[in-house]
T-cell receptor
């Protein structure tokens, strides 16, 4: 079963605009991670936020975590055509570093 | 070297064939993973190896048989697959399984088509 659900499922924006996607999850977590996947290829880790953190930045990425609402958001600022990809949130729990991925958001950045 | 490699990139096999997928990493990671990903769906965990021992099997059918010959290699042996097993198979690794604060590094995947 999917732990995380992502919203929206798809997003189309112009280059230079910001892209925001949300992830909701159901049970308690140790951390939440965001990954990017270019079409039909492997996943690339973007950022990890621990359950005791509320916000984290990495370059043009900003991630927030609200454990009371069991939700996280990923903001990509000043988007570029190269940001076109699918973005997945993934939640980690205590046993065996098992990651459970959300359904993903497909982002299209138009030049 | 922060790369996970997978071979082959593409594989077409019949339902009676036996084939193997290979994964390799030289980052000294002691946890390795197999995921299955269908089109427009998220990756689904199949197996986890920790220190070369199988630690998680997500109720995967026995026609998929994982093997971890050493800490750098992970194989997935395929036998008598069904067309619905066609998918992208992703391998990943991480430093160790004890801590949950682990980034997983993914390979590019093997795209499998079962005819």
């Amino acid at each position: 079963s999917q732990q995380g659900e992502e919203d929206p499922q798809a997003l189309s924006i112009q280059e230079g605009e910001n892209a925001t996607m949300n992830c909701s999850y159901k049970t308690s977590i140790n951390n939440l991670q965001w990954y990017r996947q270019n079409s039909g290829r492997g996943l690339v880790h973007l950022i990890l936020i621990r359950s005791n953190e509320r916000e984290k930045h990495s370059g043009r990425l900003r991630v927030t975590l609200d454990t009371s609402k069991k939700s996280s958001s990923l903001l990509i600022t000043a988007s570029r055509a190269a940001d076109t990809a699918s973005y997945f949130c993934a939640t980690g729990k205590a046993a065996g570093n098992k990651l459970t991925f959300g359904g993903g958001t497909r982002v299209l950045v138009k030049p | 070297d922060t790369e996970v490699t997978q071979t082959p990139k593409h594989l077409v096999m019949g339902m009676t064939n036996k084939k193997s997928l290979k994964c390799e990493q030289h980052m000294g990671h002691r946890a390795m993973y197999w995921y299955k990903q269908k089109a427009k769906k998220p990756p689904e965990l199949m197996f986890v190896y920790s220190y070369e021992k199988l630690s998680i099997n997500e109720s995967v059918p026995s026609r998929f048989s994982p093997e971890c010959p050493n800490s750098s290699l992970l194989n997935l042996h395929l036998h008598a697959l069904q067309p619905e097993d066609s998918a992208l198979y992703l391998c990943a690794s991480s430093q160790m399984v004890v801590s949950t604060q682990e980034t997983q590094y993914f390979g590019p995947g093997t795209r499998l088509l079962v005819l």
